[in-house]
Structure formats: C-alpha cells, structure tokens
C-alpha cells in the first residue's frame, strides 16, 4: 500500500509539473501570436508522453480559417534527417555503403572520385550550391560547370546540393521514386499518414498556406516552387503529430540501428554537424540536443529532441514573420524549468515606427528597415526579414542579445542604426528615408549585371511606383530595391501575383511599355505591365 501511494504521489506530482509548463508555453506562443509574430502548431513531449499541443494563427489567413494540429506545413530542411535515415537503413540492407565515392553513381562527374556519401551527408564534400533543377541530368551539367568550394574534408559548407544527389542515389539503388522509399521505409512504418510530398499538390482542408506577411485580406503568400524543390534537400511536409511519432521510433532504434543514430549525432568539423542531423548547444548548460531546422519561403520548423531524457520539441510555422529560434529557445527553457520573462512590447506610436523606416549603409554592408502592418521588419547583409520587438521607441530586439539601437541627431531626428548581436558591433548612417525600386533583367538595357532601371514617384505617393512608354526588349525581369538581391520581387507560381525571390515576369515582345509596381499596401506589393 506504502509503495502504491508513493507511486500515486509521484504522478500527481507530474502531472502537476507536466500542467505548470503547458500554462507558461501557451502564455508565451499566446503572446507571440498577439503581436502577430507566431502562426503554428507546436508539441512538446517528455518520456513518450505529450505534455503540450496547440495551434495559433490562420492555415488560411484571407478566409480567417485556423489552424489546428492537424494542420498540414512544409518542413524544408527538416527533410534531411528523412534522408539521411534511408541512406543509413539502405547501408544496413547492404545496398549501398557511405564511403562509396560520388563517382560511383555518378561516373560523368569526374570530381566525385574523391568525395564520398558521408561527405555529403555531413557536408564537408565541397560541393556547391546549385539552382532549382527538374532532372538529375540537368543537375549534373551544373555541378560540370563550378568548382568545388573547397577540397574534400577541409571545412564545413551548408550545401542542399549534397541531398539533391543523395536522392537521386536513393533512386538509383532502390530503383523506385525517392518519395516513395521514404514513404516505405518511413511513413508507413511509424504510421505517418499526414506526411508527403508534391505539397502543391496536396489538396486537403488541413493544408496550411505559407506566407510572407499575414494581415487579413492583404496577406501575401510566399513563393510556391513550380516543382517539387527543393527535393530530398527539403521538399516533404508534415505534422506536429506526424513527426512525434517519427521522433519516437527513430530516436529508440526502431528504424535503423540505435548506434547508427549515434553515429549521426556526432559532429563533423564544425561541433554543430553530425550526418544530416544538427547538434545543438544550450549555452551556459551541458546540455546536447539533436534534431533538424527547416527555413524557406512561408514556413519555418524545429525538430528537437533531448535523447538522455527523451524529450521532443516541435515547432511548425506558416509564416515568414516568426522568429521560430527564439521561440524554440524559449520553449526550451520552460521545458527544462527556467524562470520565462514575460514578452515586454515598448509602447511606441505610428509616428515613432515611420522615423525610423528607411535605409541605413555602411562599408560592411546595407539595411532595411521597413514598416508591415505595425511589424517592424529588418533585413540586409546579415539577415533575411524578421520581425523586431519594440523596446523604446529607438531601442528595438530580436532576441536580448541581437539589438537594434536607432541613434538620433541633435534635432531628433534618426541618423544612424547600431546592430549589437554576439558576433559584435555594426553601425550603419540612414542614407534614404524612401524606398528607390526599380527594374532588372534581359529585357531592359542593364541585362542582369547592370543597375536597376530606377522607376519614378509622384510626390505625395512615395510608395507608387512607375516608368511610362518605357521601351523593354523581349526577355525576362523582375522589380528590386536599392540594387539589391536581398529585395527583389517577381511572380509566383501562378504568374500573377508578386512575391519575394519569385520567378522571373517574361516579356514576349519587344515595344514600350506602361510599369506600375504598387507598393501602397506593404505586406502586398501589386503591380502592371501594359504594351503601348
């Protein structure tokens, strides 16, 4: 009886604890979501049991539909750890072993004799990156015409080109399709039955659309790829659910081998690489954890998990405006049993954020900073867009320690940004309050290496923009900021609305032609092109 009701104490006393974490987490994702900065699914489990599951946000922010935890998001990069699994469960079959060289599959590429399947896996192979490709052949005409980065084994380099040519490995050695060995030797097994492929495809009422910036019926969807890419670098979506139940049976031995994912845990060159798996750090802790990120166009995820004391963190994101490795940080530390600060937003004015909008340049590099929808939104040399926390109204962060510090002159007015992170200091002077967009491409005079055609404004509309009886050349273009890569616009794969790092607009014939980028509404630019 003794031992009953200390066994009994002692699941009320987790349970207890398990409900203490779940209030704090939903306060902190409650908070993020306030300020329109989280829009997902998260779980969070310790010893095979779920101690938190819920979902913020819209799957379909026009229609105001939610998400749910059955939402359906794409994973990116998260797609490695899938990949890298087969790879190793195909070793185990004696179909293929990681040392086999490149070349070995891959006879045309003459560079493949001295890098091998675990030097792509890891990373350290030198290859570098490739455009979107539809076909291994085109893939491999590529990779002909570029040099290694660097020699094989002498550094580490993220390149998705490694796990392009991993899967098309898979398909050579099992003779079937990649997504369908997946499926097999993954979905299938541990009941995955809400992951896949072809995501563009996918038509589900669960499916949640990924965007760049969420506001009502101006938000904007992010870049659909035309194809499946970015393949098995990072093509495949998910659930929450879906990858807790991945996260149970891999982390335990029961697809490959429990000393192959201990061999997978071990970093290669850099301590935060092992093959196809990140090893994370917890600063100012011994602690080690594992898993995979995922970062692209309209979606964000985090796959963690803690194999000593067997706990999952999972974070899946449909927007770009979700500073998820905070978030992960902090969900983290709640797991763990860190005191959580509370999210203090600076009461600042609309007048206060457009003082401080504008350019700001230095011999290190360029930075915007931009007004959507209330968001401050930072991006340049350092860093793609995330939204930025109000401190003060010239003091603002994105974590406490990455700050961004707007310096004023003697009238008060701003002049300059210091951007203080753990790497150090960089101030750079605000060189333009305005935003100068112009044109690029084949189809006007400047081709791709030249300076944008700048396009006009009338005063009073600083945020239209326009070039009228404009002579364009059969070809291809698309609309960028300042000459700037980091900011350029173009189609999505509809081929009507624009999107960031979007698909060239093609002009089938040569003549003058009226431009309009409308940049009125910032979370959705609009934009025409009529021949005269």
Not at 267 to 283: A, N, S, T
Request: glycine share 6%.
């Amino acid at each position: 009886m003794k031992h009953i009701l200390v066994t009994l104490l002692f699941v009320i006393s987790q349970s207890t604890v398990f409900a203490q974490k779940n209030v704090v987490i939903d306060e902190l994702l409650s908070s993020y979501e306030k300020i329109n900065q989280f829009s997902g699914s998260v779980l969070v489990a310790e010893k095979g049991k779920i101690i938190f599951e819920k979902s913020y946000g819209y799957r379909n922010a026009v229609k105001k539909e939610k998400n749910t935890n059955h939402s359906r998001y794409r994973v990116y990069s998260t797609t490695k750890m899938f990949t890298t699994t087969v790879i190793l469960k195909l070793q185990e079959l004696g179909k293929l072993s990681i040392e086999d060289n490149l070349s070995k599959y891959f006879p045309n590429y003459s560079k493949g004799n001295s890098i091998t399947i675990r030097n792509m896996l890891s990373h350290t192979s030198g290859i570098p990156e490739t455009d979107e490709s539809n076909s291994e052949e085109e893939l491999i005409k590529q990779l002909l015409s570029k040099p290694l980065d660097f020699s094989v084994e002498t550094k580490w380099s993220y390149s998705n080109t490694n796990f392009y040519l991993l899967g098309y490995i898979i398909q050579k050695v099992t003779g079937k399709p990649y997504e369908e060995v997946i499926a097999e030797m993954i979905f299938k097994p541990c009941q995955m039955a809400n992951s896949g492929f072809h995501f563009n495809d996918l038509k589900d009422s669960h499916k949640a659309l990924g965007y760049e910036f969420m506001d009502g019926k101006n938000s904007n969807e992010a870049l659909r790829f035309k194809s499946d890419h970015p393949y098995a670098a990072g093509a495949m979506y998910s659930t929450v659910e879906d990858l807790y139940k991945f996260s149970e049976a891999f982390y335990t031995g029961k697809i490959i081998d429990s000393n192959l994912v201990k061999y997978m845990c071990n970093p290669y060159l850099e301590e935060h690489y092992g093959l196809g798996q990140e090893v994370y750090r917890i600063q100012n802790s011994d602690k080690i954890l594992f898993g995979h990120g995922g970062l692209g166009p309209g979606y964000r995820c985090r796959f963690i998990r803690d194999r000593e004391q067997e706990i999952a963190i999972i974070i899946l994101a449909n927007s770009e405006m979700v500073p998820v490795d905070k978030i992960a940080e902090e969900i983290t530390g709640i797991v763990y049993g860190k005191s959580q600060k509370k999210i203090e937003v600076g009461k600042v004015t609309q007048n206060d954020l457009y003082q401080i909008e504008g350019i700001y340049s230095s011999k290190e590099g360029t930075f915007y900073v931009r007004i959507v929808d209330g968001t401050v939104v930072f991006n340049g040399s350092i860093l793609p867009r995330v939204p930025l926390i109000p401190v003060t109204k010239t003091l603002y962060k994105l974590v406490d320690s990455f700050t961004f510090n707007f310096k004023t002159d003697q009238f008060g007015k701003i002049k300059a940004i210091t951007v203080t992170n753990l790497r150090g200091v960089k101030t750079a002077e605000k060189t333009s309050d305005t935003f100068p967009w112009g044109i690029i491409g084949t189809a006007t005079t400047s081709g791709w290496d030249g300076k944008d055609i700048l396009m006009q404004t009338k005063k009073g509309n600083p945020n239209l923009f326009y070039l009228k009886n404009y002579p364009l050349n059969a070809g291809e273009l698309r609309f960028r900021l300042n000459n700037d890569w980091n900011n350029s616009l173009a189609l999505n794969n509809d081929d009507k609305n624009l999107c960031y790092d979007g698909y060239n607009i093609k002009i089938k014939e040569t003549g003058k032609y009226d431009i309009m980028l409308d940049m009125t509404v910032a979370s959705k630019p609009r934009f025409s092109l009529k021949k005269l």
